[in-house]
Nanobody
């Protein structure tokens, strides 16, 4: 079992930055691939970024490429999402998720553990 707790969401103006954190507890964090997903009202939950077990491989959705950075610190059992140059269309609930596998995935169905989500609102 893995418990995930996100933090760092909030209200920010367009062009601003936020850093989301996701702290994991439970089974060994270092063996899990991690992902960040987001869900806007009335829309499906989509992948934002994903990272493999040691941070050596990452993926970004086209909509956030060049603006967002996913990273992890296995010594702190934490994965981060640095979000820069935020746009109103980035407004959503952001979820952290963990795979049992060490390999990153773009499919939310392959993630076994989910956090409760944190709201990010970008005003224009």
């Amino acid at each position: 079992q893995v418990l995930l707790v996100e933090s760092g969401g909030g209200l920010v103006q367009a062009g601003g930055s936020l850093r989301l954190s996701c702290e994991a507890s439970g089974r060994a964090f270092g063996s899990n691939a991690m992902g960040w997903f987001r869900q806007a009202p009335g829309k499906e939950r989509d992948v934002v970024a994903a990272i493999n077990w040691n941070g050596g491989s990452t993926y970004y959705a086209d909509s956030v490429k060049g603006r967002f950075t996913i990273s992890r610190d296995n010594s702190k059992n934490t994965v981060y999402l640095q979000m820069n140059s935020l746009k109103p269309e980035d407004t959503a609930v952001y979820y952290c998720a963990a795979r049992v596998s060490p390999l990153r995935s773009l499919s939310l169905n392959e993630y076994a553990y989910w956090g409760q989500g944190t709201q990010v609102t970008v005003s224009s």
